[in-house]
């Protein structure tokens, strides 16, 4: 049996319900709201929660910085792949009996194959990184030296996040490479991986706080007035969003766990397992949630937060449960024995 790495469990427990917490501004109508005085708290939260992809993007790096290139490297993908068609089958069949959606043969393929289903871009970035991991980390591990990889690290985030700085008003830096921010997220848990960076807490907690309230006036800034912008200052690869959930990472990862108790340790290594399942299958749990209980929420008050998102954890959870059943039987009984043959 494999021992787990308690740390990285947690982190991935954090990113899911991250996910979960960035994901109620969405369902919850707060993008359509004038942005006053009085929402800046909502706006702080927001802006944290944007922690959620960074986090799983840093410890994919952290986990598979050693992967090579073969086959049972590649059949490795399965767990993913199964899981995504059989959320997309929840998902279609959710819209066909409650929102009236078509459920044709030729609707049902079209949409999994365009990543049509909820919030499935993350599954379409996730195969294309997972196909290029044995070549990124021939780059990676083929460096000579700790020097040569703060180099890569530093291209790679003056390429894919600095915009966040130098281009909101003029555009200083070449913006044309933002979109691969995943590699510069991947190389940085990479690094952690092998350097084992460790800051001491309190510094690490401070500038955390220095970086999440910059980043929240920053967006307070642009938005005030109105209703709140998206920009490279606080989309998933900006110098903000870099900065925090790496601190975020390395606080986490050095916290010791030992002492916790074996339920609590259950909880989270549960939570990390079906952290994918949960991610995905959130999205019909949102749909039913906040067109049916939830249509208005006050983000003056901001108390709507806490009684639809815990609720959305357990419900997805149950439902990435079942899910989790299912794909461990088909894995068992169906995939395994077509590897065999």
Request: net charge positive.
């Amino acid at each position: 049996m494999i021992k787990r790495n308690i740390n990285i469990d947690l982190i991935k427990c954090i990113a899911v319900f991250s996910v979960i917490s960035v994901n109620f501004f969405l369902n919850s109508g707060f993008y359509s709201k004038i942005i006053t005085d009085k929402m800046y708290i909502a706006i702080i939260f927001r802006t944290l929660f944007m922690i959620c992809v960074p986090l799983f993007m840093i410890t994919t790096g952290y986990l598979m910085k050693n992967k090579t290139l073969n086959k049972k490297y590649y059949l490795g993908i399965r767990r993913v792949l199964i899981i995504y068609l059989l959320d997309s089958i929840l998902y279609l069949g959710y819209n066909a009996i409650y929102n009236d959606t078509a459920f044709s043969i030729r609707n049902i393929v079209k949409s999994i194959l365009y990543f049509d289903i909820g919030y499935s871009w993350y599954i379409e970035m996730y195969i294309g990184l997972f196909l290029m991991i044995p070549f990124i980390n021939l780059i990676y591990n083929n460096l000579k030296n700790k020097k040569q990889k703060q180099m890569l690290i530093l291209t790679m985030f003056v390429l894919t996040s600095f915009q966040g700085v130098f281009n909101i008003k003029y555009n200083l830096i070449p913006d044309w490479w933002i979109s691969i921010y995943p590699i510069t997220y991947y190389f940085i848990g990479c690094y952690l991986k092998e350097y084992k960076i460790n800051i001491n807490k309190y510094l690490n907690v401070l500038l955390l706080i220095i970086a999440l309230i910059t980043s929240s006036l920053v967006n307070i800034y642009f938005s005030k007035g109105d209703t709140f912008t998206w920009g490279v200052y606080n989309d998933w690869g900006s110098i903000f969003n870099v900065i925090t959930s790496t601190l975020i990472f390395i606080f986490v990862i050095n916290l010791k766990l030992d002492n916790i108790s074996i339920r609590v340790k259950r909880i989270v290594c549960k939570v990390s397992e079906l952290s994918l399942a949960i991610y995905l299958t959130s999205s019909v749990v949102d749909n039913f949630l906040y067109h049916n209980y939830f249509k208005e929420v006050n983000f003056l008050s901001f108390s709507g937060y806490f009684k639809i998102v815990p609720l959305v954890l357990i419900l997805s959870t149950s439902l990435a449960m079942i899910i989790n059943i299912i794909y461990k039987l088909i894995d068992k009984y169906i995939l395994k024995f077509i590897v065999r043959t």
